[in-house]
């Protein structure tokens, strides 16, 4: 059974609303969300097939300024205590602007934004655009206070053929908050502590490597585990194959630490683009309550299809 921590009467809960996130965030009451998880679409990646998605602007000014006002209405119905989680991946800029889908490339533009007081950047063909780093920045401008900037290192991450450049496998999971007292729950999401043998094991090393074992020895020495944190500053959790036709779907299991560590039990999550419902699906085996917007009707029906399951029997980690 769920506990309901529910204060906005607008809104019903587990349940994906097929429209728009800002469409769904303008009918829901202030402080009203504990949790926001999401992914939104990266610029010039990838088509999903409908009018007005995000990621086909011209520009990624406008492609910020969209995510920056989705920002805003989180920023309202966020609760003071709530945490908000963002992955967010990179993309180098082309001489003709196509847009990449896995290895192929597309010319058919459907976006159909206003694009007044924008222009296209010049001279960035094969530039990395640090789009991340950008709407980071531009959160913190705004209010936000930044927390971590996670890295998700996706060691099986699709290769790619170039020879001028290394690889890129890896995006950012940016964790946020709109206040400096808010809820995190560290001992839901400790590391196992590891073995005095395998601490002794490490001590052939250099003394750099000692320093930093003898250092973590006062955090491996909590019963309840390690902070993450304190291990390395990435999540290395290799992407996961899926069977929907949805193309940017993750490993589930880069989800448990944000619901897990970033939401009170009963709580609400908020995805606004859920895509075909990993968030969803976490939120339920974890007992909290999710609320998800997506724009894509073949989408919502894989969500639904695959989370009905999961709202009968819950899993609880």
Known sequence: MFLSSLKNKKMETNIIYREPCLDTLRRMDDKSIDCVITSPPYWQLRDYGYDGQWGLEPTFQLYLEHLWS???EIYRVLKDEGTVWINLGD????????????????????????IAGYKKPENMSKCLLLIPHRFAIGCIDRGWI????????KRNGMPESVTDRFSKKHEYFFFMVKSEKYFFDLD???DKNISNSNIRDKRGESYGNEMQIGQGNR???NENGKNPGTVSDFWDIPTKPSSSKHYASYNDSLLVKPVMAG???????YDPFMGTGSTAEVAIRANRL????EMSE???????????PFLIQPNIF
């Open 91 to 114: 993309t180098y800029g082309t001489t003709s602007g196509n847009i990449k889908q896995g290895n192929l490339c597309t010319n058919k533009i459907k976006y159909t934004g206003a």
């Open 298 to 308: 073949e989408y919502c029906k894989i969500a639904n299809d695959r989370i009905q």
């Open 70 to 72: 989705m920002m805003a």
């Open 219 to 221: 955090e491996w020495n």
């Open 146 to 153: 930044m927390r971590n900037d996670c890295i998700w290192a």
């Open 188 to 190: 839901a999401v400790r």
């Open 263 to 269: 939401c009170p039990e009963g709580g609400i999550i």
């Open 290 to 293: 999710f609320i998800g917007s």
